[in-house]
C-alpha cells in the first residue's frame, strides 16, 4: 500500500514537473543548426540572430534549440521531437534539411517551419535565403581593384548555385575595376575546416594571387594572409579584428530582422507560407566598413553601387554578360532572372577554370 | 600500496557486471556535470535514459526511433566485430557505408523510374557488393604488400566523401532539384522505397537485417569452422597459420564481411530513413559503429544491446537539449564517458586488485 503510493506520487511529480514544458500560451520558437553554435561561422550567425530575436520578445516567447544536427534521418527525428514537444514555429537553418522539413511538415500541419537557402515550400513551410552575391559584387570590385599582380583567389566550399553565383558576381566586378584580373578557385569540399582553407590560401598566395575572396566560413584565409602579405573578407561575420590588413570589407549573415518580423507574424496569427529572398536592401546581406589603404575613388564607387544595389537600380547580373563557353546569356541592359540564379551552374566569360564534378 | 594482479582466467562475473557499473557511474559523473552547467542533474538524466522510452507525449514517435537509429549501427558493428576478433583493423566502415550508399543508389537510379518489385532487391546486392569492393582495396593492398588496414581504410573514407559530394553534386543529381546537390529522393519512390515494414515500429529492412546479422555471426562464431579460425587468428597467429588457415583469406573474409555489411547498411540508411544521397549523407555511423562493437565486446547478442543503449543515449540526448538546453557537446561528452568507465571497469575483468603491505621489493 505505501509502495503504491510512493509510485502514485512519483508519476505525479513527474506529471508536474513536465506539465509546464507543454502547457503553454506563449508561442514556442525553435531552432536547428548544422553544426556547433561557437563555430565562427554559419550556425553561430543563426544562433545570434535567434538571441536577438529572443532578447526583442523577451518573456513573450520560449526558445528552444539544437545545434549540431546531422542533415538526413537525424534531423528528422529531431524535428518531429520538436513538433511533439510543442514548438509553433521551427526554423531550420541549413539547406541539408530541406526535405527533412518538408517530410515533418507534412505530418504536423499546425506547427510552422522555415527552412533556409532552400527551394521548396508548402502550406506551414516558407523558404528564406539571403542574395549573397549582392555582397559578392562589393567585395570583387575591391579585390579587382586592389591586386597588384592582376591575380585574385577564389576559395569554394560546393560547387552549388550559391557558390557559383558568387564566383560570377565576385569576377563581374572585379573585371569592371580592373580588366587584367584572372582569377583562380579552389574547392575544398567543405564549409568550414581552417586547417584546409589556411592551406588552399597559402596555396592561392604560392601562385602570385594577392587578394582572396572564401566562400568558407572560417577566419584561416585572414590569419595566413596577416602574416603573407594580400588582402581579404570577413565573410558570414565582420571579422573586424583583422582590419586594415588584411580585411578589406565584409559580407555578414543579418538574420536576426527576418527572425523577429517571422515569430511577431507568429504572435500576431498573420504568419503565412512565403519564399524569399532578400539582399542588401531588406538588411538581410550586410557589408562591413571598409577599412584598409582602399583609394578614396573606389571607396565611393562601391559604396554607390551598395546604395543602388539597395535601391533596386542596380542588378549585379547585368548584361551584356556570355558565358564561359561565349555564348550570350544576358543581352545588353538585360537583368538575370531569379529562376536561371537560383539554378546557376555555369561560369561567366573570362573565367578559366572548369567547375568540378 | 594497492597493485593489480592478473587472473587466472578472466572473471565471468565482472564480464556481465563491468556494463552496468559503467553505466552507472556514467550517470553520476554526468549528473555531475549536468549539475555544474546548471541543469537538473536527475532530470537531465531522466530524460536522457528514461524519456525516450516512456514519456507519454515522446515515447510513442521515439521508441521505434530506437530501431532505426541502431539498425545500421548494429549491422555495421557486427562486421567490424568479426574483423577484430581476428586482429584485423577495419576502420574505415564509414567510406565502405558511403560507397555501399552511393553504388546502390546509383543502380536504382539507372532504372528509375521503373515499378519493378526486383529493384529493390538488386540495389541492395549492389550496396553491399559497393562496401565490400571498397573494403577490398585495403585487403589486397595488405595481402599483396602488407601495408596496414587501419591507415589505408581510414583514408579511404575521405577518397569516399568527396566521390559522395561529387556524386551528389553531379552525377546522382536530382534533374528536378534546379541544380542544388541531391539524388532524387527514395521516399518519393515507392518501388524502392526502405519504409516501415509495419506502421509506427520503426522497422524497416536495414533493421531486420541487422537481426538476422546479429544470429548469422553468432553462429558463425560459435559453430563454424571459419569462426574458429578467425579467432584462433586472432588470438594465436602462428598457431592458426601452423594449423593450416591462410591468413590472407581471412584478411579477405574479414574485410570482405564488414565491407558489406557496412554497405548494405548505406544503401538501406539511402532508401530509408535518409531518403537521399547528399553532401552530408554519411553521419559517423561508421565510426560509432566502433564505439558499438567495443561496448559490446565484440560478441552478437552484446553488440545488439550496446547498439540499442547508443542508440538511446543519442535520443535523449537529443531530448535532453531540446527539453533542459543542454548544450550539445556535454551530450557528446556523457557519451564518451561512458565508453571510457566501461573500457576503464574493464581491467577487472583480467586483474584483480591486491592490496598488499609496502613489504615486497
Known amino acids: 500500500m505505501k509502495r503504491r503510493t510512493l509510485l502514485a506520487s512519483a508519476a505525479m511529480g513527474l506529471a508536474l514537473a513536465a506539465a509546464p514544458a507543454f502547457a503553454q500560451d506563449k508561442p514556442k520558437i525553435a531552432f536547428v543548426y548544422v553544426g556547433p553554435v561557437n563555430d565562427g561561422g554559419w550556425s553561430q550567425h543563426h544562433h545570434e540572430a535567434a538571441v536577438k530575436m529572443k532578447e526583442h520578445f523577451g518573456d513573450a516567447i520560449e526558445m528552444v534549440e539544437q545545434e549540431s544536427v546531422p542533415e538526413g534521418a537525424d534531423a528528422e527525428r529531431v524535428l518531429t521531437q520538436m513538433a511533439l514537444s510543442g514548438a509553433d514555429l521551427i526554423f531550420t537553418t541549413s539547406f541539408g534539411y530541406m526535405d527533412p522539413t518538408i517530410n515533418v511538415a507534412a505530418k504536423f500541419p499546425d506547427v510552422k517551419f522555415e527552412h533556409a537557402t532552400g527551394y521548396k515550400t508548402a502550406e506551414n513551410v516558407s523558404a528564406y535565403s539571403a542574395r549573397f552575391y549582392e555582397g559578392r559584387a562589393i567585395t570583387g570590385y575591391l579585390a579587382g581593384a586592389m591586386t597588384k599582380s592582376n591575380k585574385i583567389g577564389y576559395i569554394g566550399s560546393f560547387p552549388i548555385p550559391e557558390v557559383i553565383r558568387g564566383i560570377n558576381s565576385s569576377f563581374l566586378h572585379a573585371k569592371k575595376a580592373n580588366p587584367d584580373v584572372e582569377m583562380s578557385v579552389v574547392w575544398l569540399s567543405t564549409w568550414f575546416d581552417p586547417a584546409k582553407e589556411a592551406d588552399a590560401t597559402q596555396a592561392l598566395l604560392d601562385q602570385g594571387v594577392d587578394v582572396v575572396l572564401a566562400h568558407t566560413d572560417s577566419t584561416a584565409p585572414l590569419s595566413v594572409l596577416e602574416k603573407a602579405g594580400g588582402f581579404g573578407f570577413g565573410q558570414a561575420g565582420d571579422m573586424y579584428d583583422y582590419a586594415p590588413q588584411p580585411r578589406l570589407s565584409s559580407i555578414i549573415d543579418e538574420w536576426a530582422p527576418y527572425y523577429i518580423d517571422r515569430v511577431q507574424a507568429i504572435i500576431d496569427g498573420t504568419w503565412t507560407s512565403q519564399n524569399v529572398w532578400q539582399g542588401i536592401g531588406d538588411g538581410m546581406v550586410g557589408i562591413g566598413e571598409i577599412t584598409g589603404p582602399v583609394p578614396e575613388d573606389v571607396k565611393s564607387t562601391v559604396l554607390k553601387m551598395k546604395d543602388d544595389i539597395a535601391a533596386g537600380t542596380y542588378h549585379p547580373f547585368t548584361g551584356p554578360i556570355n558565358k564561359q563557353d561565349g555564348s550570350a546569356w544576358l543581352a545588353d541592359g538585360e537583368v538575370a532572372e531569379d529562376g536561371v540564379l537560383a539554378g546557376m551552374d555555369f561560369y561567366v566569360e573570362g573565367l578559366t577554370a572548369e567547375i568540378p564534378n | ?361
Open chain 2, 1 to 361: 600500496m594497492i597493485r593489480l594482479e592478473k587472473r587466472p582466467q578472466p572473471s565471468r562475473l565482472w564480464t556481465v557486471v563491468t556494463p552496468l557499473i559503467a553505466v552507472v557511474l556514467t550517470m553520476v559523473v554526468g549528473g555531475i556535470m549536468f549539475a555544474l552547467l546548471g541543469k537538473p542533474p536527475l532530470e537531465a538524466i531522466r530524460t536522457i535514459f528514461w524519456d525516450p522510452l516512456f514519456h507519454p507525449q515522446f515515447a510513442g514517435y521515439s521508441r521505434p526511433q530506437l530501431l532505426v537509429k541502431a539498425g545500421p549501427l548494429i549491422l555495421i558493428a557486427i562486421g567490424l566485430s568479426i574483423g577484430f576478433k581476428a586482429g584485423i583493423w577495419n576502420i574505415g566502415a564509414e567510406g565502405q557505408y558511403i560507397m555501399g550508399a552511393v553504388t546502390g543508389a546509383a543502380v536504382g537510379l539507372a532504372f528509375y523510374p521503373s515499378e519493378s518489385v526486383l529493384l529493390f532487391p538488386l540495389m541492395v546486392v549492389a550496396g553491399a557488393l559497393g562496401g565490400w569492393a571498397w573494403a577490398m582495396i585495403p585487403a589486397v593492398l595488405k595481402t599483396r604488400f602488407g601495408t596496414n588496414e587501419i591507415l589505408v581504410s581510414l583514408m579511404l573514407v575521405y577518397v569516399a566523401e568527396n566521390i559522395l559530394a561529387s556524386a551528389s553534386a553531379s552525377w546522382l543529381r536530382s534533374p528536378e532539384g534546379m541544380g542544388f546537390p541531391g539524388s532524387r529522393n527514395f521516399k518519393q519512390w515507392p518501388a524502392v522505397h526502405n519504409d516501415e515494414l509495419i506502421a509506427n515500429t520503426g522497422l524497416h529492412w536495414g533493421v531486420v537485417a541487422a537481426l538476422i546479422a546479429v544470429i548469422a555471426a553468432y553462429v558463425l562464431m560459435a559453430r563454424h569452422i571459419q569462426g574458429y579460425n578467425i579467432r584462433l587468428t586472432g588470438e594465436a597467429p602462428r598457431a592458426a597459420r601452423f594449423s593450416g588457415v591462410s591468413p590472407a583469406r581471412i584478411v579477405f573474409l574479414c574485410l570482405g564481411i564488414s565491407g558489406a555489411l557496412a554497405g548494405a547498411a548505406g544503401l538501406f540508411e539511402v532508401t530509408g530513413p535518409a531518403g537521399q544521397i547528399t553532401i552530408d549523407f554519411n553521419s559517423g555511423y561508421g565510426f560509432t559503429a566502433i564505439i558499438v562493437a567495443f561496448l559490446g565486446r565484440l560478441n552478437p547478442v552484446g553488440i545488439l544491446l550496446a547498439g540499442l543503449l547508443m542508440a538511446l543515449t543519442y535520443i535523449g540526448g537529443e531530448l535532453a537539449q531540446l527539453m533542459l538546453g543542454l548544450p550539445g557537446a556535454s551530450i557528446q561528452l556523457f557519451q564518451g564517458m561512458l565508453l571510457f568507465f566501461l573500457l576503464a571497469t574493464d581491467v577487472f575483468t583480467n586483474y584483480r586488485i591486491r592490496f598488499a603491505k609496502g613489504e615486497l621489493a
